[in-house]
């Protein structure tokens, strides 16, 4: 499975950015799927996660409230829409898919990772 994510860009605090991640599998339900980020210095850490279905999302409490994960499964896209961004979403956002089906918030769950997109909030 190879993914590629997409949309990450320099947006002020406050604003808004949606990711996106596509998948190249024909399988593509057969996977539950996540963002996770990695700041500078920083260990790379859960963002959001996402059932095969669409169901079950998961939120970071850093990020709960303001973030939301989607998944279209017509065209094999995940997203993260971000809102009220702030300096310390800064990061690298990894888009990650896995056999469990129900989505997970442990790196360890994850056997297949994009590239990155980089996503840098200030004025």
């Known amino acids: 499975v190879q993914l590629v994510e997409s949309g990450g860009e320099l947006v002020q605090p406050g604003g808004s950015l949606r990711l996106s991640c596509k998948a190249s599998?024909?399988?593509?339900?057969?996977?539950?799927m996540a963002w996770f980020r990695q700041a500078p210095g920083k260990e790379r850490e859960f963002v959001a996660s996402i059932s095969w279905s669409g169901e079950n999302p998961r939120y970071a409490d850093s990020v709960s409230r303001r973030f939301t994960i989607s998944r279209d499964n017509t065209i094999n896209t995940i997203y993260l829409q971000m809102s009220s961004l702030k300096p310390e979403d800064t990061a690298v956002y990894y888009c990650?898919?896995?056999?469990?089906?129900?989505?997970?918030?442990?790196?360890?769950?994850?056997?297949?990772w994009g590239q990155g997109t980089q996503v840098t909030v200030s004025s």
């Open positions: 599998t024909r399988s593509f339900k057969n996977y539950g």
């Open positions: 990650a898919a896995g056999g469990n089906l129900l989505g997970s918030s442990l790196r360890s769950e994850y056997d297949f």
